[in-house]
DNA sequence: CGCCAGATTGACT
DNA sequence: GTCAATCTGGCGG
């Protein structure tokens, strides 16, 4: 039985979120087609008090971020998509990358939008995964909480709480003093850089 | 319109 | 391990 996570659930704390969402599948659909995958891997993002937020910025990222929860927030970086769902308390701001998945239903497709055999490589980063799963600019400010967006999450399985490592973020050039990211400890999808400074 | 930073990836030494 | 390709969005002129 499948159930999509709704709307509600985004609406907590960024942290709490991102921690949850560890396990989740992520599906998008073509048609009668679906791409899926399990999270395993995930970044809390938050408003203008983050260094490495795009809220710093201003502009329609910044909008989006302090806006409406439980919708995709695409953002093109570095000539890739990376996807965010828009997850915060009432009044503020905040969103979770997903940064890893493991692939489960249409490996094939993945393996022709990557381009690469390796199913361990199809979608261990998060311009991996948009590719593999055809997610562009197009699903920007679109409900994750609606099987018509084409990109939903479902409950899929529970992840035990001592088989999720909590890290500092990756790539950023500023960090916080604490760690927001999440991964699964036994996957074998994370990506495995680790590339953080302290500010 | 040009400039530039950046939550990346993959090719190469 | 190093490094550059190549894209988006904000901002200044």
Known sequence: MR???????????????????LGKLLVRTLGSRRLSGVIV???????VEDPASRARRGGDLAKTLYGEVGVAL??????????N????????????LIRAIEPVEGIELMIKNRGVSKITELTNGPGKLTKALMIDKSFHKKPMYEESSEL?????????E?????DYRIGV??????????????SKYVSKRKVYKQS
């Open 3 to 21: 159930r999509i996570v709704p709307k509600e659930f985004y609406l907590r704390s960024t942290d709490v979120v991102a921690k949850e969402l």
């Open 173 to 186: 050039s500023k960090d916080l003093n604490e760690p927001h990211r999440y991964y699964v400890k036994w």
């Open 162 to 166: 001592e088989d999720i490592v909590r």
């Open 41 to 47: 891997e995930t970044e809390a993002y938050f408003g």
């Open 74 to 83: 695409v953002y093109g970086i570095h000539r890739q998509w990376l996807l």
């Open 85 to 96: 769902v828009v997850a915060h308390e009432q009044g503020k701001g905040g969103a979770v």
């Open 152 to 160: 939903f999450i479902e409950y899929y399985i529970d992840v035990n």
